[in-house]
């Protein structure tokens, strides 16, 4: 996993990015969707949003929208409603309004509002760094794990 920029957010809670594309209120768009940078879902999706490696993607399904189908990118801020698998490469948040419902959900690090629903099965693709400290008298016991992830 890579690592991009993290993902901020606005005084008003939502992310705080550009954002290249715009899918609006009362479109509904069937098929896939490739895109760069961020993309905002208003509206219905019945397809897949998949955002491009290397370009820090991000996807926001707004509080209105539903999106059917496969979630791709970097970031993925959920409010509105999403039937289908997610991959947030580096993190997923979920709204208090969010309703994400079956499939895998893979992520880096999650955050689920007081609220949100979501149902699936979590997959973490970050991988905990251990330390292991060592009693001087016996270097080969371990006295203690601490996880710094």
Known sequence: MKNSKPLRFGA??????????????GT???GEVDFCGGLWVDGNVRGDLRGKEGETP????????????HLLADHVVVYGTVSGNIEARETLFLGPSAKVKG????YGELTISEGATLTG????????????????????RVTKVRSTG
């Not at 008003?12 to 209120?25: H, Q, R």
């Not at 499939?103 to 893979?106: A, Q």
């Not at 099965?121 to 080969?140: F, G, M, S, T, W």
Request: charged content about 20%.
């Open 12 to 25: 008003n809670g939502l992310p705080d990015v550009a954002m290249k594309g715009v899918i609006p209120t």
């Open 28 to 30: 509904t768009v069937h």
């Open 121 to 140: 099965h979590l997959v973490c693709n970050k991988v905990a760094e251990v330390q292991v400290e060592q009693d001087e008298a016996a270097p080969r």
């Open 103 to 106: 499939g895998h959900v893979r």
């Open 58 to 69: 991000v996807i926001v399904v707004n509080q209105q929208a539903f999106v059917k189908g």
